[in-house]
């Protein structure tokens, strides 16, 4: 084996200078702290170098200060771009297993691998990846269910983020077109994903549950995109879905006051949406069960907003098909009303007789419940402005051929606050519900409504026997005009068949009048 050896000692003298010559030149290419520390630690590592190189020693120093100075240009870099890949913290590290200066760091990269959505349409599909982001979601939470934890800013913003790519979805459209509350056998539908839904929102829960978080800091990633896109959620069909996020927005109303108005002006657009386009939803009763605490804080006196949420939202929400599923919910709010401000209880009742349902029985035995709870809270000056038409109402109910209705339309009269206000007006409602409480007395096919009117007709002789006499009275009268019409009436009818018997045609006279007409008109006036 051969061995290259210069041929004079100047060549290998050259190139020994000229290597020190572009390692210099390089090293001034390299970026130098600006700290005086590190800055006397280049110069004396050049000034070592120098020396070294200048003495034609070995590489063994230079390559010291190559990787002294990249070591520095490491550091600086990590100090400018701290949230690289590089120094990023496993997320299958445990809170325990990492510092508390760490673990803000973790909690955001944990979050990050949870914003992953999986499809569970295919219950084959990426088992072990959901079942690592399930006990990932589930780290969180027990993380954030410790009272010492304060987020960072960065923290906060994960935690929306996550929260909103898991539940921020599109749902599919509805097809049915009977709405949700109107079929008995209807099966709710439950959520494929719920496993992870449900430690999404607990963990969202929580977040706005920490004593620790600063609403003000706070309300600019909870803000108004993503309170609409929460509230767009209330038309899931899962109604565990519903029950959460009812707990979500309830914390939220409660903490982030900035927000009230804008939640309750969305709310209604809900609202409006469903009793004038739509009256298709299926959160309307959670909805309603969050107000109904809400109203409950309203101060008085009340703004013309809360009234008007009363008579433009609350009200027609009685019209749509699909009541049954809200309704009770939809009552504990307008009671709540009529408690805060007892002169819009004529602004109810009023409402109530506006959407009265006619031909559905089961609507019609929902209003007189509701009717009942009113009254039973009302004044009496507000009794009195809507007695008349009120009762003119329920008497059309102890009329109705439908034996329930006509029960519980009995059944006003066994509350002890309404039969005071009954009995305390009685010139004016007894006239006008006495001929159907009389009729149901004497003869009804149903046994309890028979027995109800007994009791009540027993009610009115033992307040007033001069009135139910004079109701009698008034009643065989009423009873003989009603005969006489009828009479009048055949009579009529019988002429009109003689008429067409005898040959008459339609013909033509004075003043382009048929005869059939004129015997007509002149029947009528007969019978005046």
């Not at 109530?352 to 029985?361: G, I, M, N, Q, R």
Request: with cysteine; aromatic share 8%.
């Amino acid at each position: 084996m051969s061995i290259f050896v210069p041929e004079s000692p100047g060549l290998l003298l050259a190139a020994n200078s000229t290597i020190p010559t572009m390692i210099k030149q390089i090293l001034a290419k390299l970026p130098r702290k600006s700290s005086k520390s590190n800055q006397n630690y280049s110069d004396g590592s050049n000034a070592t170098a120098a020396a070294d190189l200048t003495n034609n020693g070995s590489f063994t120093n230079t390559c010291n200060v190559i990787s002294s100075r990249l070591n520095v240009v490491k550091k600086m870099s990590s100090s400018i771009f701290p949230t690289s890949n590089g120094d990023m913290i496993q997320p299958h590290l445990s809170f325990k297993d990492v510092q508390s200066s760490e673990k803000s760091r973790l909690l955001i990269s944990k979050l990050n691998l949870c914003s992953i959505v999986y499809d569970f349409n295919d219950q084959d599909k990426d088992n072990v990846e959901k079942d690592q982001k399930r006990q990932v979601l589930v780290e969180i939470l027990d993380y954030l269910g410790s009272d010492s934890v304060k987020l960072s800013e960065p923290a906060m913003s994960a935690i929306c983020k996550t929260c909103g790519n898991n539940l921020f979805r599109e749902f599919p459209p509805k097809y049915s077109d009977s709405p949700r509350g109107e079929t008995e056998d209807e099966d709710p539908w439950f959520d494929p994903a719920w496993s992870h839904l449900q430690l999404v929102y607990d963990i969202l829960l929580r977040f706005v549950s920490l004593t620790s978080l600063d609403p003000k800091v706070a309300k600019q990633y909870i803000d108004h995109p993503f309170l609409l896109k929460l509230l767009n959620l209330f038309d899931s069909e899962d109604p565990r879905e519903r029950d959460c996020l009812k707990s979500v927005l309830h914390r939220i109303y409660g903490k982030f006051m900035v927000h009230r108005s804008f939640i309750r002006m969305a709310v209604s657009n809900i609202m409006y949406q469903f009793v004038y386009e739509t009256e298709k939803h299926n959160g309307i009763a959670e909805l309603l069960e969050i107000f109904g605490s809400v109203i409950s804080g309203f101060t008085l006196p009340l703004k013309k907003e809360h009234k008007a949420f009363l008579s433009r939202v609350l009200i027609p929400l009685h019209k749509p098909k699909s009541v049954g599923s809200y309704h009770h919910q939809l009552t504990y709010c307008v009671v709540q009303f009529i408690e805060k401000d007892p002169k819009l209880t004529s602004v109810v009742i009023n409402g109530l007789l506006k959407y009265w349902p006619v031909t559905s029985s089961q609507k019609q035995l929902m209003f007189l419940s509701e009717l009942e709870e009113v009254l039973e809270i009302i004044r009496t000056d507000e009794f009195e402005k809507i007695m008349v038409p009120l009762f003119r109402r329920v008497k059309c109910c102890l009329d109705s051929y439908h034996f329930q209705v006509a029960e519980r339309a009995h059944f006003l009269w066994n509350n002890e606050h309404i039969r005071h206000l009954i009995m305390c007006n009685r010139q004016v409602i007894m006239p006008i519900v006495f001929s159907s409480i009389q009729q149901n007395s004497k003869k009804h096919r149903n046994r309890t409504v028979l027995n109800l009117a007994q009791n009540v007709m027993k009610m009115f002789n033992d307040a007033d026997e001069q009135l139910v006499l004079s109701c009698q009275g008034k009643v065989e009268e009423d009873k003989s005009a009603t005969t006489m019409v009828a009479e009048r009436r055949r009579l009529t009818w019988e002429r009109l068949e003689t008429v067409a018997s005898g040959g008459f045609v339609f013909q033509h006279i004075v003043g382009s009048v048929s005869v059939l007409e004129k015997t007509n008109t002149a029947t009528c006036v007969s019978c005046q």
